[in-house]
């Protein structure tokens, strides 16, 4: 099953056809080189029975890309695109450029921000993301749809950088530590501003997730990520007085960072899940703490 990819002329063809100028607040560059959406459409790797979700097909780009990665299978695509116009013009798109494949695609106009419903259960994730709302959108995604195993996604390089960082890394905060909750976070390739349409100001970067289960903890998601917040809302604290107003005093968050088995005196940006977690878990067992 043959497959159209999108060239440089045709994105703009395209969007001159649906009448679309390329928006600052919806964060919306096009790919319009070919080996960038086949390089992402690989590195997402469909299989068999697989159901890809693509968040901002815009275009259609890596649409078409993921269509010709999974042409030889049994797999889906579902689609969800924020730009009406946009979502609306898709499925033209698809039927001319991947007719035999149209079948397999479902095309939903929301925010996938506020999607907690899809008519299937999504196994992969494929999605170019602005960068203001990229961290956000995975972070929704993974929780909403357990399903996920996992994806790849290009966002700005800076964004890439503090969602793959390590403990103890300058760029390492909220959105690294949260992520790591759900899976392991790696970079897989860089993708220079020249192949979008309009050019950004910045280069972006792929970055890889394989979903994994939470750390043994009884404490909440919700439990853990308030101390995340709490730990990285004043981030040049120690965690004793960080964390005070989440404990209830500098001396309760001292007495749940040893019940845990951290140091008091260390901050945010030094602790691993694993250890968030636990002082998650000891807060709940405060009342047996002495």
Known sequence: MRVHLLGAGDVRDVASRLGVRPTKRLGQNFVVEQGTVRQIAALAG??????????????????????E???????????????PALAAG?????????????????????????????????????ANLP?????P???HLLAVFPSLARGVVMVQAEVADRMCARPGSRVYGVPSAKLAWFATIRQAGTVPRSVFWPVPNVDSKLVALNRHDPPPTTASREEVFAVIDAAFGQRRKTLRAALAAWAGSPADAERMLRAAGVDPSARGEQLAIEQFAAVAEARAHAGTIQ
């Open 131 to 135: 960068y203001n709302v990229a961290v």
């Open 69 to 83: 990665a999974m042409a030889n299978m049994d797999a889906r695509l579902v689609a969800v695109e924020i730009d």
């Open 46 to 67: 469909p299989d068999p029975g697989d159901v890809v979700l693509e968040v901002g097909p815009g275009l259609g780009s890596l649409t078409l890309a993921l269509l």
């Open 137 to 139: 959108v995975v972070l």
């Open 90 to 126: 898709l499925p033209r798109t698809i039927a001319d450029r991947a007719p035999a494949l149209a079948g397999r695609v479902d095309v939903l106009a929301a925010d996938a921000l506020a999607v907690a419903e899809l008519p299937w259960s999504p196994t992969v994730l494929a």
